[in-house]
């Protein structure tokens, strides 16, 4: 029942669960990143954890950008913002889809994979939101049968 109404309604929901996932796998990266670099000790360590730290706070506020985004489509129910809303996720999409083609390694092609999934997710509840042309999301339920007495 959850995850129906997640599918149906909850635009800013499933934006702030990917928020929130592609914070973890970002600091996972970052944490491979410069132990990758240290092990190689080639110099780079102090340099590699600055870009690491940096291209993760970047990652973060474009997925905060994101999720208030999508918050604000939902309770505004705007058309504007979903369609803007679907513009930034096919961006992340299309960068997702790009990484995960050529990961260097396990992690790299998990978070890609994550994102992509995530991605397409949002930019469907955005085009229901789209649909509905600022109005309710309408979920038709099936119809219900009267039970028979059997007398």
Known sequence: M??????????????????IAMSLLGIANAINS??????????SCGSNTLTSLVYFLLI??????????SFTAQQTRSRKLAFVLMGA???????????ARNHVDLLGLTTS??????????IILA?????????????????????TSSL
């Open 89 to 99: 996720e096919g961006l992340v999409a299309m960068i997702a889809l790009f990484n």
């Open 2 to 19: 959850i995850f129906r109404t997640l599918t149906k309604y909850q635009v800013a929901t499933i934006a702030l669960v990917q928020f």
């Open 113 to 122: 994979v994550i994102d992509l999934t995530l991605a397409i997710w949002v």
């Open 60 to 69: 973060a506020g474009w997925f905060g950008f994101l999720w208030i985004l």
């Open 127 to 147: 085009f229901r939101l789209l649909r509905a042309k600022g109005g309710r999301l309408v979920v038709k339920q099936p119809r219900r049968r009267r039970p």
């Open 34 to 43: 410069i132990v990758v670099a240290c092990k190689a000790n080639d110099g």
